[in-house]
């Protein structure tokens, strides 16, 4: 079953830790988004990638950057977390060009709820 | 990318339809309408998606009017399983195909 797995479910870090939040998916595709999710707010862009290497802001980049080395993995980092950064995380997927009669939409990961203290 | 207005919040009575509206009166001809649900502390699940056809699967049906300017999901036989928050979005396919979530529907199915 193809996924996207995110390498924390919970995670607790202390006021200016600098926080990796890891996410691989075995789909190939060239999309790969995070989200942070809170009470209210829906769902926020944080940072997408479209290719290895390329890194492009979303709605809400202050405070984070991203890292993609690899087409499965991309990673976010929080270089010196605060506790306005508490919230769930969200990690997904795309293709970015028509291949098949398929669904181009997102494949989530299952989230990684991050306190920082 | 479209933006798209739905209620905040119903209730379906178990083993009846759940109706979930969706408006989207600024899409355009090449955006797709894509719905997703988010069951308490998971990650967003694919339910269905179209263009300007009605569609259905195992999950779910997808109405799209006409006009394409607003879109209704049904799931015909509601559970309580099915008690989640429910996203529609539209979406381009022909570029990085970024999807930008408003705070969906929250549907509560009732015994």
């Known amino acids: 079953d193809v996924k996207v797995t995110q390498s924390s479910r919970y995670l607790v870090k202390r006021t200016g830790e600098k926080v990796f939040l890891e996410c691989v998916q075995d789909m190939d595709h060239e999309n790969m988004f995070w989200y942070r999710q809170d009470p209210g707010l829906g769902l926020r862009l944080i940072y997408f990638?479209?290719?290895?290497?390329?890194?492009e802001k979303g709605d809400i980049p202050e405070g984070y950057s991203v890292s993609r080395e690899k087409k499965e993995r991309f990673s976010l980092i929080l270089e010196s977390a605060s506790t306005n950064q508490t919230s769930m995380y969200l990690c997904?997927?795309?293709?970015?060009?028509?291949?098949?009669?398929?669904?181009?939409?997102?494949?989530f990961g299952s989230g990684t709820r991050l306190t920082v203290v | 990318d479209a933006k798209t207005t739905q209620p905040p919040s119903m209730d379906c009575a178990e083993g009846r339809a759940a109706n979930l509206p969706c408006n989207h009166s600024t899409i355009s001809g090449n955006e797709y309408v894509y719905w997703y649900r988010q069951i308490h502390s998971q990650g967003p699940q694919y339910i269905i998606h179209g263009l300007k056809n009605n569609e259905t699967n195992e999950m779910a049906s997808l109405i799209i009017t006409e006009d394409r300017k607003s879109s209704t999901l049904i799931l015909p036989h509601a559970t309580l399983r099915d008690t989640a928050v429910y996203y529609c979005?539209?979406?381009?396919?022909?570029?990085?195909?970024?999807?930008?979530f408003g705070t969906g529907t929250s549907l509560t199915v009732i015994p």
């Open positions: 997904a997927s795309s293709f970015i060009r028509i291949k098949h009669r398929a669904n181009y939409g997102y494949t």
């Open positions: 990638s479209y290719d290895v290497k390329m890194k």
């Open positions: 979005i539209v979406l381009r396919r022909d570029t990085g195909n970024q999807f930008y």
